[in-house]
């Protein structure tokens, strides 16, 4: 990962969103394992290793189980992700119940814009294309923290969780932290590449409860 600071801020908010989204209960550890997964080598061989479950302390209690896996499930789906989050856009957001319904009906063999007949919350009209493809990354990544050992149910769950949130703010950076999850920003020179406007990263802070604060933080540093 580059070690500019536009593209550690943008890797530290939308990771804490995303852990925010799929696993609210491992807010605490989204930032370190992100970054620990970003920079690669031995730090992301042995996260991705232990995954999905890791512990610390004396104890050997349970610290977090979805995030090592998900950020694993994400980078490899990055490509598909990135085409997902880039097509057309007909509804203002698609939630994590419609993204489920979609994926299961996909599986069903049904088209995922069919009608629902009342079995999930009502949202605005979205293409059947952007669904498809929506629908398609979400299996992706559930697939991908299948093989991390997770149950079906729960990376259905987390898979459209995270794709619902980058959705959600496809325009705000979200390709561009796939990029960074998944190593692109590094290169041999350690030269960072450009960021986008931090704007954004005040417009996905004000989206994520707990982001606020820090953002604000951030700003008085600089």
């Not at 804490?16 to 970054?35: G, K, Q």
């Not at 490899?76 to 203002?92: M, R």
């Amino acid at each position: 990962m580059s070690n500019g600071p536009d593209a550690s801020a943008r890797l530290e908010a939308w990771a804490t969103a995303i852990a925010s989204a799929s696993a609210p209960h491992e807010t605490d550890f989204a930032v370190h394992t992100a970054l620990t997964y970003a920079r690669g080598g031995r730090g992301r061989r042995a996260l991705v290793r232990r995954a999905p479950s890791v512990t610390a302390g004396s104890g050997g209690e349970l610290v977090t189980t979805v995030l090592p896996a998900l950020w694993d499930a994400l980078a490899a789906s990055c490509e598909l992700l990135k085409t997902a989050l880039g097509s057309p856009v007909v509804a203002n957001g698609v939630s994590t119940a419609t993204l489920l319904l979609a994926v299961h009906r996909r599986r069903d063999g049904a088209s995922p814009a069919e009608g629902t007949g009342g079995s999930a919350p009502a949202e605005p009209a979205t293409g059947g294309g952007e669904l498809l493809v929506l629908a398609r990354a979400v299996a992706e990544v559930s697939r991908r923290l299948q093989a991390h050992g997770m149950d079906p149910a729960a990376a259905d769950q987390a898979a459209a969780s995270a794709v619902a949130a980058l959705h959600a703010g496809r325009d705000e950076g979200a390709g561009a932290f796939l990029g960074l999850l998944a190593g692109e920003g590094r290169d041999a020179s350690g030269e960072r590449s450009a960021g986008t406007p931090r704007t954004g990263l005040r417009r996905l802070a004000a989206r994520v409860p707990g982001l606020r604060r820090s953002a604000r933080a951030r700003g008085r540093s600089r």
